[in-house]
């Protein structure tokens, strides 16, 4: 599989709540913080979204999709110095066909999902990710818009086989979402060029070393050799893969190898004696030190808090 792939299947992302949401007159909702990727469209209106921590806020016009993988508080609003009403008020109110209607509704729809993310160290992957994604309606989106579209007439109608279909529609909408982020980092230079994990896959270089090390985590991996896979001398792959992606080269690496051997420790019940080599380690030792390091415990520690 590619990275991306890679990564989404650890997270193992499950849609638990895809709905959606109609505002009328004044308004304003505040969200709370929350574990996981939320994932929305505007399909009519337009309405602000402010996220904590993030200087400026963001006006969401239809069409329009934005992402939000940190988990921050966020409000939602027709105005902003508007006293927000909380989330939990809003949505305990029935759904019709699919939607919350808050004040009548009628000056903004949208739709989405939340994600709930399995892998308990998902905040390791997702601190790559800006806390706002923000898609601006563009042409090229045409999938995109056709999810949203798709979703907002399975929750309507309520066929059978509804509740599965808005599941996968969900799914579609969260990597073509990635996936136009990916594309924006890419066509950028210089300061305007994307920073990031996702920015590197998308760039020929970083992608190359990237799928390399994705494509084979036990592989004794050497900058030397992860530079000649990008093209580049060593020096100056060390600086621009550190620039794009936050952390280095092997930082990275161990990094994914330990997500890798949390998966493994809780699902495939594996000895640590099979694991570690199947990662690229000779001894249980040099393992134990690199996972309590990234993981914040021993892999014993790890497999019997998890699995508790």
């Known amino acids: ?18 709905a959606g949401f109609d505002a009328g007159g004044d308004w304003a909702v505040r969200y709370p913080s929350n574990v996981g990727i939320k994932c929305y469209s505007i399909v ?13 806020p963001t006006l969401l016009t239809a069409g329009d999709c934005f992402l939000l993988p940190g988990g921050r508080p966020f409000v939602m609003a027709s105005d902003l110095s508007l006293p927000p009403t909380d989330s939990a008020e809003v949505f305990a109110a029935p759904r019709v066909a699919g939607v919350i209607r808050h004040n009548g509704g009628g000056a903004c729809l949208m739709v989405g999902s939340r994600f709930f993310l399995e892998h308990s160290h998902a905040g390791i ?35 059978p086989g509804s509740a599965l279909m808005a599941e996968h529609l969900a799914h579609m909408m969260l990597i073509l979402a990635l996936r136009l982020h990916m ?17 590197a896959l998308a760039d020929r270089q970083m992608g190359a070393a990237l799928s390399a090390m994705h494509a084979q985590p036990a592989q004794r991996w050497t900058l030397e050799a992860l530079a000649q896979r990008a093209g580049m001398s060593r020096s100056a792959f ?53 996972f309590k390091r990234v993981m914040g415990s021993s892999p014993r520690e790890y497999a019997r808090k998890q699995g508790a």
């Open 44 to 56: 009519s209106g337009q309405c602000w979204l402010a996220v904590d921590g993030v200087a400026e």
């Open 125 to 159: 992957l997702l601190a790559m990710l800006p806390p706002v994604v923000h898609l601006r309606r563009e042409p090229d989106q045409e999938a995109l818009l056709w999810s949203v579209k798709r979703m907002m007439r399975e929750l309507h109608e309520q066929r």
């Open 183 to 199: 594309e924006e980092g890419a066509k950028g230079s210089g300061a305007d060029a994307g920073v990031g994990w996702l920015f």
């Open 1 to 18: 599989m590619d990275p991306l792939s890679d990564v989404l299947a650890l997270l193992k992302p499950r849609s638990y709540v895809s």
């Open 238 to 290: 060390a600086l621009k893969f550190k620039t794009m992606v936050g952390a280095s080269a092997m930082e990275y690496l161990t990094r994914w190898r330990m997500l890798l051997a949390g998966d493994k420790l809780l699902h495939s019940g594996a000895p640590i004696s099979v694991i570690a080599p199947s990662l690229g380690y000779e001894s249980e030792s040099a393992f134990s030190t690199a």
